[in-house]
């Protein structure tokens, strides 16, 4: 399986990064991506810029077991993730997840799978700047629950003979 996981200050082409994804494979039957965009408010407020911090080395290495888990549960060709960090300004993209597969159950699954762990369980804090103040970010209740139904053992798929 093809997986790319980059955690990078700069910004990136989802397009083309899909095209690395898929470059060269007859196997593909589909791609499902994520991109996730800073808005420009929240809770009604403008929004100045949203800063991203992570622990380096230990973010990768936890992306990339829950992309080995994602590959256990579903039978996938490949996987992008790609998180920004640092200072962003509404309209630029965030984060990218990219999963490829035979069929399009998998890798819708599997991209939600994925960006459930983003959201809630990837160690990634967020301060957001708006004209108010700086405020770092807390869990959402929603996202906890929209993650809560992965917890159960995962399948493992069979391969296709």
């Not at 690395?20 to 809770?43: N, Q, S």
């Not at 490829?100 to 983003?118: G, K, N, T």
């Not at 700086?134 to 391969?159: I, L, M, N, Y």
């Amino acid at each position: 399986m093809a997986v790319t996981i980059r955690l990078q200050r700069e910004a990136f082409d989802v397009a083309a990064e899909v095209a690395a994804l898929t470059a060269g494979r007859a196997d593909v039957g589909a791609v499902v991506t994520f991109t996730g965009v800073c808005r420009a408010e929240e809770g009604g407020e403008p929004i100045a810029a949203l800063t991203l911090e992570h622990y380096p080395g230990m973010a990768e290495a936890e992306i990339a077991r829950h992309v080995e888990e994602a590959s256990v549960r579903w039978p996938l060709l490949g996987v992008t993730v790609i998180h920004r960090h640092g200072r962003l300004i509404p309209g630029e993209v965030i984060v990218l997840v990219a999963t490829a597969s035979s069929h399009r159950q998998a890798a819708f699954a599997a991209a939600e799978f994925l960006m459930d762990y983003l959201k809630t369980r990837a160690p990634f804090w967020k301060e957001v700047e708006k004209a108010s103040g700086k405020t770092w970010v807390g869990a959402h209740r929603a996202d906890d629950t929209a993650a809560e139904r992965w917890s159960a053992p995962p399948p493992r798929h069979q391969a296709a003979k």
